[in-house]
């Protein structure tokens, strides 16, 4: 009997610990696809970070083969990707030329995603960063 406790005992601690498992940073191309990314903040390489107010109005969708939606703010932009294990690359980001409102921050947001270098998930929190700062976002 103290046997087969103990194999249950341990059965249900292991059951308890797999959900952890699968909670480590991640950057296997895959994760980032399908459902919409939404821009939390974007964190400058001198330290500041800017609180984003509307996140749903800087977001990415990653699609299978290399294609990528964006919306920065009010406009919407298409282009490429490309992903080798926590490195990525956006290109050829083709947008609209609307004139935002000055409180806008779809430079910041362009810029950081045109100078992105490495990617990485952890949890709900896809983070992209490069020359230009680092991109927090959720799904």
């Known amino acids: 009997?103290?046997?087969?406790?103990?194999?249950?005992?341990?059965?249900l601690g292991l059951?308890?610990?797999?959900?952890?498992c699968g909670q480590g940073v991640l950057t296997d191309p895959s994760v980032?696809?399908?459902?919409?990314?939404?821009?939390?903040?974007?964190?400058?390489?001198?330290?500041s970070i800017t609180g984003i107010p509307n996140p749903t109005?800087?977001?990415l969708t990653f699609q299978d083969a290399g294609r990528l939606g964006v919306r920065a703010d009010c406009n919407l932009c298409t282009g490429g990707y490309t992903v080798s294990g926590d490195q990525i690359q956006i290109s050829n980001l083709a947008c609209t030329k609307a004139v935002c409102s000055s409180s806008s921050h779809d430079k910041e947001f362009l810029a950081?995603?045109?100078a992105a270098?490495?990617?990485s998930v952890l949890g709900i929190e896809l983070a992209i960063e490069g020359t230009k700062g680092t991109l927090r976002m959720n799904r």
């Open 112 to 114: 950081a995603l045109g």
């Open 117 to 119: 270098e490495t990617f």
């Open 1 to 11: 009997m103290v046997r087969r406790n103990t194999v249950l005992a341990l059965l």
């Open 57 to 59: 109005g800087y977001t």
């Open 32 to 47: 980032i696809i399908g459902g919409v990314w939404k821009l939390r903040s974007i964190e400058s390489d001198a330290g």
């Open 15 to 20: 059951t308890a610990l797999a959900p952890a």
